[in-house]
């Protein structure tokens, strides 16, 4: 199993840019969240999905849209890149009943 | 708002030396995670419990849900331990602490 993947691993990006994070996981997990990091600050929730077809807010969703049309992938879209979306994004699996949370490798984003 | 207290927020230790990490939240909760997360690295779950303690090889967890506490003990500490420990609670969501930045010297 490769676990969890993301891509692309660093991105740079001009201000108004648009771009999908992408995640996906072999699991045949059905929860599927996305998180930001920044620096001293834990992780927040952006969105989160609890199977394929349903997706929900979290924390800090504005500036994000999410899709899940599969069980296996779980894409974040910036619809139009701020500065205040620089940060290390990472998208994370697990399975129904709140076990163990498998987290990819991140996305690390700037934008300029 | 703070959810999730830990500390200390930054801990040097010489190689050998027994290491606590402390976690307190203000959530109710059903279970507790501990996360690792090396320099640069990914993000990995090393402990997840509800009660009591648990132990893997060198890293023991405990919690007291009572109190709404845990700790994480690393005993003889070794270099490659040098990373961030990230406590997080979880009930209907996962909350996280900003973690404990770790340093064992060797």
């Known amino acids: 199993n490769a676990g969890v993947t993301q891509t692309p691993k660093f991105q740079v990006l001009k201000t108004g840019q648009s771009m999908t994070l992408q995640c996906a996981q072999d699991m045949n997990h059905e929860y599927m969240s996305w998180y930001r990091q920044d620096p001293g600050m834990g992780l927040r929730l952006i969105h989160y999905s609890v199977g394929a077809g349903i997706t929900d807010q979290g924390e800090v969703p504005n500036g994000y849209n999410v899709s899940r049309s599969t069980t296996e992938d779980f894409p974040l879209r910036l619809l139009s890149a701020a500065p205040s979306q620089t940060s290390v994004y990472f998208c994370a699996s697990r399975g129904t009943h709140q076990e163990t949370q498998y987290f990819g490798p991140g996305t690390r984003l700037l934008v300029l | 708002k703070n959810e999730v207290e830990q500390s200390p927020q930054n801990l040097t230790a010489q190689e050998g030396e027994f290491i606590t990490i402390n976690c307190s939240y203000s959530?109710?909760?059903?279970?507790l995670h501990w996360l690792q997360q090396h320099p640069g690295g990914g993000i990995v779950s090393l402990f997840m419990?509800?009660?009591g303690k648990k132990k893997h090889g060198r890293l023991i967890a405990t919690i007291n849900i009572q109190e709404k506490h845990s700790s994480l003990h690393i005993t003889a500490s070794h270099p490659r331990d040098s990373a961030v420990y990230i406590c997080a609670p979880t009930g209907n969501q996962f909350y996280f602490g900003t973690g404990t930045s770790l340093t064992v010297i060797p």
């Open positions: 419990l509800s009660s």
């Open positions: 959530v109710g909760i059903s279970a």
